[in-house]
């Protein structure tokens, strides 16, 4: 859906191909060629989730080759990922820090429900926050 937020709805669909596989340690793999929002670009995305059996958290990771997002003046290659991934209510969070070649480090916090999407960027003084309402 253009507009909307990828790596909410990347790891809605995890969470529920998890939930129906056999109850043991669980992982989830998906490569993804392009991923367009209304926001950036994303190619040749790749996320794995690991959820060991009968953990509280599991471990979220997302890479991506380019990411170009022109209007922010962000455009990066080789972006990583990676945070552990918990149930927060009724909805997701996740936070950790997100690395591109080249470049420092910046710490990306997600929460997400059905309701809303939260996310917050931030590097140094730097902070980019997200808000949305799914209604």
Do not use: K
């Not at 591109?100 to 916090?109: C, K, M, R, Y």
């Amino acid at each position: 859906m253009p507009g909307r937020a990828p790596l909410p709805s990347i790891v809605l669909c995890a969470g529920a191909l998890l939930a129906a596989l056999p109850a043991q340690a669980r992982t989830l793999e998906a490569r993804i060629a392009r991923v367009r929002t209304a926001v950036a670009t994303l190619e040749q995305v790749r996320v794995r989730l690991d959820w060991p059996d009968g953990a509280n958290t599991g471990a979220l990771s997302l890479q991506a080759a380019r990411v170009d997002a022109p209007g922010l003046g962000y455009h990066f290659r080789n972006l990583a990922w990676q945070c552990p991934l918990q149930r927060a209510g009724t909805g997701w969070r996740c936070a950790g820090d997100l690395r591109a070649a080249g470049g420092s480090p910046f710490v990306l916090a997600v929460a997400f429900d059905d309701a809303r999407t939260e996310a917050v960027l931030q590097q140094g003084g730097g902070r980019l926050a997200l808000h949305r309402s799914a209604r």
